[in-house]
């Protein structure tokens, strides 16, 4: 078992505060876990600068490790590497497109509408309902919904 | 009242280009609710959280840098306005939709290639915030840019209007280039900065039929010595007014 499984676990048990159906290790907000149980070193990357969830990210996980008995331990959050959507794996993309949230696509070309699969879309405002998502309405089945952006 | 003092170089350095980012988005928040319609309203709020959330980064970098001695809060909330270092063009009022876009658009166009040259930062946070904000940079330049071509090449009202704000706003582009021995240290290539600037500025201008005439510099002195123009008091008595009256809040 890889170290640090078991707290790698609990972690991918916090959703993600704005977009609840993926949790905070799917979206590579968690970076390293090190150090012993009895001392934790927790390294954690915001997503969007201007992300309001962000500011939740350290109390969630301290939440949640001192709900599962954890006392000592360090969260430090590190801008370098940058976060970017490459990180998000496919298994994720599909979880954000059952939601109704049309995953990112390189250079944000083809997007697909969540609701019918269709690629025939327009943007209708490139800035939607959080600092991640811009706004879309599908072409074949008229319905609206967001697209996480590229980034 | 604590004073709050920048002793490290890098630190100084960083609070310009903080301070430019905070007050760009205290004057884009201005309008959040108060948009000229609903998709643009949500646009420009959108940026300013972007703006918002880059300066607090930067105030973080800066805090750990001074030995954590004052936190982002701290810098934003408890300094004056010669304790500010942001370019004076960020804190032009939004008197006119048009003022509002074309300050957008200068200022996008600077921190494009402001932001590309921190890429080369010595220091792996600011690298690292470089490359998070110059896609964030990028969005927002399509915003603004488009948002040019389409007041400058809309009707005869909207293109004179979108004049009178660069006449307006072209007085405050001097001092940006006015580089510095700080500036120089922690840039690779200041006079690239500039000549980029002037060359994708004069592209969209030339497009979209608006002028760049000679214009009279002010007898304004640097922002880089914390001088501002009027408007700074106003704008920082709104944004600081409730942690001031009531230190001890939490929210």
């Known amino acids: 078992m890889e170290p640090h499984g078991k707290i790698w676990k609990l972690l991918g048990e916090i959703p993600d505060p704005e977009i609840p159906a993926i949790n905070l290790v799917e979206l590579g907000v968690v970076r390293k876990i090190e150090g012993e149980e009895s001392n934790l070193e927790i390294t954690i990357t915001p997503t969007y600068t201007g992300c309001p969830a962000k500011q939740l990210f350290n109390d969630l996980i301290k939440e949640k490790l001192e709900e599962n008995g954890y006392k000592n331990f360090s969260i430090t959050s590190t801008l370098y590497p940058a976060w970017t959507t490459d990180w998000l794996s496919e298994e994720t993309k599909q979880k954000l497109m059952d939601e109704g949230i049309s995953p990112p696509v390189a250079g944000d070309r083809v997007i697909t509408c969540p609701h019918c699969g269709s690629t025939d879309t327009k943007m209708v405002s490139r800035f939607g309902t959080t600092p991640c998502q811009s706004f879309h309405t599908c072409n074949s089945c008229s319905e609206p919904f967001n697209y996480f952006k590229c980034h | ?251």
Not at chain 2, 66 to 71: A, L, R, S, V
């Open chain 2, 1 to 251: 009242m604590k004073k709050i003092n920048i002793e490290n170089k890098e630190a100084k350095f960083l609070t310009r280009i903080a301070d430019t980012s905070l007050i760009l988005g205290q004057r884009n928040a201005e309008l959040c609710s108060n948009g000229p319609f609903l998709e643009e309203d949500i646009a420009i709020s959108n940026i300013s959280l972007d703006l918002f959330g880059r300066a607090e980064e930067i105030y973080n970098i800066i805090s750990k840098i001074e030995g954590g001695t004052h936190e982002a809060d701290d810098y934003v909330f408890f300094r004056n306005e010669r304790e500010f270092f942001n370019i004076k063009l960020v804190e032009q009022p939004n008197e006119d939709f048009a003022w509002t876009m074309a300050r957008q658009f200068m200022h996008d166009v600077y921190a494009e290639f402001l932001y590309t040259q921190l890429l080369e930062s010595k220091n792996d946070e600011i690298k690292g915030l470089a490359q998070k904000a110059l896609k964030e940079i990028e969005y927002s330049l399509l915003h603004s840019r488009d948002w040019l071509y389409r007041l400058g090449l809309g009707t005869e009202e909207s293109n004179a209007r979108l004049q009178e704000a660069f006449d307006h706003l072209f007085k405050f582009v001097e001092e940006i280039f006015a580089f510095d021995d700080l500036d120089k240290e922690y840039l690779p290539n200041c006079g690239e900065l500039q000549s980029q600037w002037n060359k994708e500025v004069n592209r969209v201008l030339s497009e979209i039929n608006i002028e760049r005439k000679e214009y009279e510099a002010l007898s304004m002195r640097d922002y880089r010595d914390g001088f501002h123009s009027e408007h700074i008091g106003h704008l920082l008595s709104i944004m600081q007014y409730l942690p001031r009256a009531y230190p001890e809040a939490k929210w």
